[in-house]
């Protein structure tokens, strides 16, 4: 059994290989805010803030247009939509904790702290100690965003383009997809998603990602369910309640046939 520290340290670790993709993206959002001249402690203001890639992105440009507060606030809000999703899938494993515990792991909560999370609670363990580990994988990655965000903000216009910097992170959710691809399931699911995600990726701020979300649970959903269908045994399928006979049970109605001969 993995004590706290244990948990904490090894969040740290499984977390260590995205931050490679997280850090040129980091700075690409800092160096972004300065081209558009948003003010530097603005820009790191939302790195701590909000703490969320793509949304800071869209909000930079918006605030460079000098789009009214409201309509960014609620942008930014339809762009985070995916977060309600992940928060779903985690609550019940965090529905013990107290609202503090919560509070905190919501805020640490990213796409990339979800990956590692999510597969971390779905193996057996000690489910008291694991929120340990949401705390040590978030910590991690909120520490190198505010880091390459900073650094993102003074190397300013000095980062080239030929860098290529904004591939990285796509590489980096590729490789946590890809093993998770265990079943002829998975593998609809994650392709059903990944071909609306290209095909409505003009769609209006970001929503082509919701889209292609929210199709891609559904195909589950249908896979699912055709699935337990078709184990089902047929007392079930008929609408009788099925129940496994026990070696005793059997053997009573052995015998009261027996008495009936």
């Known amino acids: 059994m993995m004590t706290k520290r244990a948990e904490f340290l090894t969040g740290i670790k499984d977390t260590l290989p995205i931050l490679l993709g997280v850090l040129p993206f980091g700075l690409i959002y800092g160096a972004s805010a300065q081209e558009t001249h948003v003010p530097s402690p603005v820009a790191q203001a939302m790195s701590s803030i909000v703490f969320a890639g793509s949304a800071q992105f869209v909000t930079v440009q918006l605030i460079a247009a000098n789009v009214p507060i409201g309509m960014i606030i609620l942008t930014a809000a339809i762009i985070n939509l995916r977060h309600t999703l992940y928060s779903a899938s985690l609550a019940p494993y965090l529905k013990r904790l107290g609202p503090f515990w919560q509070m905190l792991l919501a805020y640490l909560l990213t796409d990339e702290v979800y990956a590692v999370v999510i597969t971390h609670y779905q193996q057996r363990g000690a489910e008291a100690r694991k929120h340990w580990y949401f705390l040590g ?13 900073a650094v993102g903000i003074l190397l300013g216009a000095h980062i080239p383009a030929s860098w290529s910097l904004d591939f990285a992170l796509p590489l980096t959710f590729i490789a946590l997809v890809v093993p998770a691809i265990k079943r002829r399931a998975d593998a609809l699911v994650a392709g059903t998603a990944g071909i609306i995600a290209v095909l409505a990726a003009h769609f209006p701020l970001n929503s082509g990602l919701i889209v292609a979300t929210c199709l891609g649970i559904i195909v589950g959903i249908l896979i699912e369910a055709k699935s337990k269908k078709r184990h089902v045994p047929d007392g079930e399928q008929e609408g009788r309640t099925f129940y496994p006979q026990s070696p005793v049970r059997r053997l009573m109605k052995h015998a009261r046939k027996e008495r009936e001969q």
């Open 137 to 149: 994988a978030g910590l991690a990655l909120w520490s190198i965003w505010q880091m390459s965000t």
